[in-house]
Structure formats: C-alpha cells, structure tokens
C-alpha cells in the first residue's frame, strides 16, 4: 500500500486492522520559542513522506504481540483501570515498543518502526503551521467538553484510543492519553545542532525521547513542541507508543 488506508493481518478471527494517516512530504517549523529551553532554537526542518498510525496501539493489538511472540505482558497488564482492550497499553519500555515494531514487520512484510521526534511533531501539528496545539492555540482547559473528559476518562486510567476529534491529518490522541515513545535519543540542546533534513537525533544517550500528554498530569493535553525523556528501560503506567511506517518508495 503506499499511502494511508487500513493495514490488516492475522488469521481469521485473530486479526489487527491498523488505521495509517498518510503524512506529506515538508519544511516546517520544529519547536517553540515561548516553549521550555530545549525547545529551543525554532529551527526549519524538512520530514519525508511517511505513515503514521491514526491511534496509539492498543491493549488488543497488543496482547495478540504477546501470544505470538511469548514475551512478557506489561507490568499493568492485570489493572482494570489499564487493561480494556480499547485502551492504549501503557508500561511498555521503549525496547519493548521497539520489539513490537520489528514483529509487526515480519507479520505484515512492512516497514514499521517507532516515528522520529521531527515526524511526531509534524503529525501532531496537522498542517496547522506554527500552532501551539493539534485545533489551534486555545488552551487546552478553555476546550469544550475538556473538563468532562478528565473526570470520565482521565481519572484512573487513559481513555479508548480514538476519543476526542481527529486533527489535519486524521489522528487521535496526539497531545494527550499518554505519553509515545520515539525513535530518537533525548538531548536537551540538539535543536541547535539538529540536521536540516529529516532529524533522528542523536547517536548515543542515556534517555528516549518521547512525545505527547498523560492521563496522570494535572494539564492533560500537552504543545506539539513539548519534550519529554526517560530511560529507555522504564516501564510507566501513562507511557506507550504508535507506529510510523516508511512509504513503497523509501524502501
């Protein structure tokens, strides 16, 4: 397939149907010169053409990993709070995201891996150049129906992936629900060394950088250019990741 559309493997009655939202090909601005310090400098960078899954993954998708790969289920695999199928599953370590990616690859013959600091931010934006958030520059406090979804769904856990409206480019969940593991090294100074086009980070560090809000955080929606990092061995109960993929004709 080479562009977005519904990715499904598996058997029948065992199947994962994954959602990609195509995002085009661009320069935009990275970071946020009223954003924290490595945020800064705004700089203009160039991403590739790449697929992005329209939901984080899943309690679902998953647990289907788990049975087939006979690796561990996550530390909050037996919370109620945390274990609806529907939910993003949180705990996993960025090793383990990045298992995922490479046992999606062999199941499905693709080419899915954990997206780039550079293209979660672009995704996250929508099209919406220079907005502080997915819909705009409004707080994310002074949104309608916000403080309703805090107390349903935000209260013990993250809610079902998929709530909420869709941005520019037809993904959910940017900026809240839980935090997604990157590709990327964390380095809180790498903007002003950052490459022009299609940035990966550094080459060694002790953190991962990740993107995006937490159920657990007092404001949940987080800015696009927001940072965040921890050891890449840390299994916490709002961290989880979504899948990028590279397109037909980058392979």
């Known amino acids: 397939m080479d562009g977005g559309g519904i990715v499904t493997h598996g058997v029948p009655g065992d199947e994962i149907s994954l959602a990609l939202a195509r995002i085009p090909a661009g320069w935009f601005q990275m970071g946020c010169d009223t954003g924290q310090d490595n945020e800064k400098p705004v700089h203009r960078v160039w991403v590739d053409e790449f697929r992005l899954a329209v939901f984080q993954v899943t309690n679902a998708e998953y647990a289907r990993f788990v049975r087939a790969a006979g690796t561990l289920a996550p530390p909050f695999w037996d919370d109620p709070a945390l274990n609806h199928a529907e939910q993003p599953v949180v705990g996993v370590s960025w090793h383990e995201a990045f298992c ?46 916000y403080a309703k979804r805090c107390v349903r769904h935000w209260k013990n856990g993250p809610e079902p992936v998929g709530c909420g409206d869709a941005n520019g480019y037809g993904l959910h969940n940017m900026c809240d629900n839980v935090h997604e593991w990157c590709s990327d090294w ?18 060694t560090g002790e953190r991962r950088a990740s993107r995006g809000g937490s159920w657990r955080h007092h404001i949940k929606m987080s800015r696009c250019a927001a940072r965040s990092s921890i050891s890449p061995e840390f299994h916490y109960a709002d961290y989880g990741f979504r899948v990028a993929c590279e397109m037909e004709s980058q392979k």
């Open 100 to 145: 995922y990616c490479e046992w999606l690859n062999a199941t499905t013959g693709g080419r899915f891996r954990l997206p780039t600091e550079a293209e979660w931010e672009r995704a996250a934006r929508g099209g919406r150049e220079g907005a502080l958030f997915p819909w705009g520059d409004v707080p994310a406090q002074s949104l309608p129906g």
């Open 186 to 203: 964390y380095s809180a100074g790498y903007y002003a060394i950052s490459p022009e086009r299609n940035p990966y980070g550094p080459e």
